[in-house]
């Protein structure tokens, strides 16, 4: 083991054109910060190659100093992919970093067709390609795998990722996704606070049921790794910190009569096994989302900030009533019920988690704050302020 500690080290800024056209970008490299720390003096520190080439031994688990192209060239999943003429098989590339922890065939196949920057022909095989580019896939997979998130899951599709825009050497370049972080947004007003929580709910919802039929589990975000747009929609701007789990890996068996989602079970920490993760669907997305980013505690540079994003809500009598036991029941699941229920009682943190929604919502405002929605948003027949119970019973918590 040596005293190292890798990083991407990002940097804002304008990418101009050709044709002068500007963009704000953000350009990320790898980064080695010696004995944990990053006290960068000079441009020079974070593009040179050297530092590069470390960052690739210790991907590899190997010392610090090693010969990089040595190192690669041994490396088990390398040999295997460059003797590969069809398709792209699972295990080279299971595992190989969080968000392909569950990679299936399914998903091998994706990266194939939407990964290559070079032209495929629409080919899930590999014969098309040189090693040159076998060896970027690879490493791609293993060092950014977030730019491979980007580029299987698209912003132009919907997805809430940033847009990749290209690579030059060992530096990438990606659209800013975020102006602020929920840890900047923190201490912004509770209207706008309250429509950010709105975004997310929606988020673990669509990050767990859509039509591409992969889930992206968000249990490994923190406050740092989301933010606001400058239009105000959210988006998530470290995209290696999710897993891509293949829904039809964990359909298949199941017959129609059964329960479809499992409840993960409420712990100190967020944590869940590798089979909930990749063989069965549950509901960790609402978890995460209720616990790490609209309620408890976040740690930040500037110390701790306490009770996440609904903290201190404007709203006064049911509506704070209503709220704190809705996010009770979401964070814990059917552990916030008397033992007598849990039995009776299924899939109780994904309608707790809809129920907060429908309850943000019928006091959320449009105005010009929220750009991404407005003025669309008057033309959406508002609901009535009376605020409906829960369709499960709450009383005994009130």
Not at 52 to 58: D, K, T
């Amino acid at each position: 083991m040596f005293s190292t500690e890798k990083k991407w080290y990002s940097i804002n800024g304008v990418l101009i054109s050709k044709h002068g056209v500007k963009q704000n970008a953000t350009f990320k490299t790898p980064f080695i910060c010696p004995h944990g720390r990053c006290d960068v003096t000079t441009p020079k520190e974070i593009f040179d190659t050297t530092n590069y080439r470390s960052s690739l031994c210790q991907n590899l688990r190997r010392d610090e100093n090693c010969n990089a192209t040595e190192t690669f060239l041994s490396w088990r999943r390398w040999k295997k992919l460059k003797r590969l003429e069809g398709r792209l098989e699972s295990d080279v590339i299971k595992g190989i970093s969080l968000p392909l922890m569950c990679a299936t065939q399914r998903l091998a196949d994706r990266i194939v067709r939407r990964v290559y920057d070079v032209n495929n022909y629409g080919s899930v095989l590999l014969r098309h390609q040189n090693d040159a580019n076998k060896a970027r896939l690879l490493l791609l997979c293993k060092v950014s795998p977030g730019t491979v998130v980007q580029k299987l899951f698209p912003s132009v599709e919907g997805w809430p990722f940033p847009r990749m825009i290209g690579t030059c050497g060992n530096v990438i370049v990606h659209t800013m996704a975020v102006e602020k972080t929920l840890y900047e947004v923190y201490n912004e007003p509770w209207k706008i606070r309250l429509d950010v929580a709105i975004q997310l709910l929606n988020l673990a919802r669509h990050m767990t049921e859509n039509d591409s039929k992969f889930s992206i589990l968000l249990h490994k975000l923190t406050p740092h790794d989301v933010g606001v747009s400058e239009r105000g929609r959210v988006r998530i701007h470290r995209a290696e910190n999710v897993v891509i789990a293949d829904q039809d890996r964990m359909e298949a068996g199941i017959s129609k009569n059964d329960d479809k989602t499992v409840e993960v079970a409420y712990k100190n920490i967020i944590s869940i096994t590798e089979r909930e993760a990749c063989g069965v669907k549950t509901d960790i997305n609402y978890y995460a989302v209720c616990r790490n980013l609209l309620g408890g505690d976040w740690n930040g540079k500037d110390g701790v900030l306490y009770g996440g994003l609904l903290h201190n809500p404007q709203e006064l009598g049911i509506f704070n009533k209503k709220l704190s036991v809705l996010l009770d029941i979401c964070i814990k699941g059917s552990l916030a019920f008397p033992r007598e229920q849990r039995s009776t009682m299924p899939l109780v943190r994904t309608t707790a988690a809809w129920e907060l929604r429908e309850l943000l919502i019928s006091v959320r405002e449009c105005d010009a704050r929220f750009a991404y929605r407005y003025p669309e948003c008057e033309l959406i027949h508002r609901s009535s302020d009376v605020y409906k119970m829960p369709s499960f019973e709450l009383q005994w918590l009130q």
